[in-house]
């Protein structure tokens, strides 16, 4: 009998001890999936290599791996909160545009595209400031959560503007109104370390609205 309650006490010991782990494998693996049904949604690219995951945070993803068409292989990343995909990037050739393959169509649907993005982004801006307006100057999440999403925001945008290896680490922030502002350490694979002052401008939802940096 006590052999027996001793061999069940190990067994439990050992799946609890392991179940952390396989939870963690799981949450890595749905968002790899999440991210490639992403981008082959969007993109109608499917022939992915090398596609891992980094955690950034709890319940928190950024996925990278490779896309071959041909004989080269392009980068893409989505990152992954929560079970979502909350911004990706592909930047190779893809089907999307199946009428804009040549090079001058492919350059002018993009331009238009971010045409569009920057036509959406100031009209949500206007709205949101008549909701700052009614609703006073106070934002209403604490600055933890206000942290985060600056460090996702700064993050993505390095990566996408300046260094897809980079990593930004937030050293110093305060609130300002409804601004976040402070310093942070850029780090990267290939390039030595660098500093960066950020801003990142909320509405009063602690929705990020705006955001710049500065490397030196």
Do not use: W
Request: charged share 30%; aromatic share 8%.
């Amino acid at each position: 009998m006590n052999l027996k309650f001793s061999k069940a006490l190990i067994a439990g010991t050992i799946i609890a001890m392991l179940l952390p782990a396989f939870t963690m494998a799981s949450e890595e693996g749905k968002a790899e999936q999440l991210c490639k049904a992403k981008i082959q949604d969007t993109y109608g690219v499917s022939n992915f290599r090398h596609v891992y995951s980094e955690r950034e945070g709890n319940h928190k993803f950024m996925v990278h791996g490779k896309v071959k068409v041909v004989d080269n292989k392009y980068d893409f990343n989505c990152k992954v909160k929560h079970g979502n995909v909350k911004s990706y990037a592909y930047k190779g050739p893809h089907n999307r545009h199946k009428d804009d393959d040549d090079d001058n169509n492919v350059g002018a649907a993009l331009a238009v595209g971010a045409g569009l993005a920057i036509l959406a982004a100031i009209a949500m801006s206007q709205a949101d400031d008549a909701d700052d307006h009614d609703k006073g100057s106070s934002l209403s999440v604490n600055k933890s959560v206000l942290e985060d999403e600056c460090h996702e925001t700064l993050q993505y945008r390095i990566r996408d503007e300046h260094d897809y290896t980079a990593r930004v680490n937030l050293k110093e922030a305060r609130i300002e109104g409804h601004d976040l502002v402070g310093d942070a350490k850029v780090k990267y694979e290939r390039e030595h370390p660098q500093h960066a002052t950020y801003t990142c401008h909320f509405d009063s939802q602690g929705r990020v609205k705006d955001s710049s940096y500065h490397l030196y």
